[in-house]
């Protein structure tokens, strides 16, 4: 492969570069203008930003000639070298906190320690650059003063961009498998699941150039990858807003937690399900209940409720007839009497 000249990186950053801060703030617009700003809002923007200096530095870097002293072409390379981070760790961040949002209970959980993960990982890789660049004064007399990563900075770089995708990839899986989710959602987490792939491409064909062909065309790969990873953080937001679609989440996104338990009590021998149900939301919600009716006994159901105002239904019923009820969940601060009429025969 051919080295990049100074043309090729302008051009491309030139047009990459905007391309994703005008995507990236047209999403910050469509969940500002629906009251929906989070927290993976938020490290989009940052990422947005971020990219705003690198593209600057970047511009700087590759002017000729050169009309920076020799001191500030340094500063320009190590603001290009470490805002590369900058973006591409944000825009992870905003993915992570993506699925954060959609998700619930245990898997959520999962995910704010594996955000703390990506943190360090963006720490100990920008610590990476200054160790091994100090080490080799040398770069700092060349034309375009760009210092020489070599072979840890790059493997470090896959590795860390191929475990963090992975989790990217992996994780909305176990959301999509365990949760009925509506159609929103799923598009949601199929546009994280498809671009998070794009981005460990990208991300090696930067390790590749940082191995091979060091230079410009290294800074052209890391122009492509930072443009790639901030408009795949923003394409969840962008895809439902063009399939003009109103997620259920955007109602009810997961800015406070949900706590959901479902336990499975001691059996009756002559029931074939008992289900204790306990939810603690703000608003009546509506769940089906399906239930498959398996002993010979005339048709017939029981309502317990306790003290704090949860219930526990029993059924039984005749061989293989299937039936579906509403069950009808209100907030602690409504009266039994409501609980009892909220399941009703549909």
Known sequence: ???????????????????????????????????????????????????????????????????????????????????????????????????????????????????????????????????????????????????????????????????????????PIRLIWSVRLDKITKIRLIAVFATSAITTVVSMFHAYAILRIPGLTEALAATIEDSVSLLTANLTVVVAFLFNLKSDSDDSDNRQPLHYSFVRPRKNPMSTMGLTTTIAHPEPMVVDVHVDRIHDRPAGSQTAVDSQGGSDHVFWGKTDVSETFELKMLSSDDSKDDIKNGFNRV
């Open 1 to 171: 492969m051919a080295a990049a000249t100074v043309e090729q990186v302008r051009i491309t950053a030139l047009v990459l570069y905007p391309i994703a801060m005008l995507v990236t703030l047209f999403r910050l617009y469509v969940r500002f203008a629906r009251s929906k700003l989070w927290w993976d809002d938020a490290w989009v923007l940052v990422s947005l930003l971020c990219a705003i200096v690198s593209l600057t530095a970047t511009l700087l870097h590759i002017q000729d000639p050169p009309v920076l002293s020799r001191n500030a072409q340094v500063a320009v390379y190590y603001m290009i070298a470490q805002f590369f981070y900058a973006v591409a760790w944000s825009a992870r961040l905003s993915i992570l906190f993506t699925v954060i949002r959609l998700s619930f209970e245990r898997l959520r959980r999962m995910m704010v320690i594996m955000s703390v993960g990506f943190f360090i990982t963006w720490v100990i890789l920008f610590a990476q650059v200054w160790w091994v660049c100090e080490r080799q004064p040398g770069w700092k007399d060349q034309p375009f003063p760009q210092c020489i990563l070599g072979e840890n900075v790059a493997i470090a770089q896959i590795i860390a961009a191929v475990l963090s995708d992975a989790i990217l990839v992996f994780s």
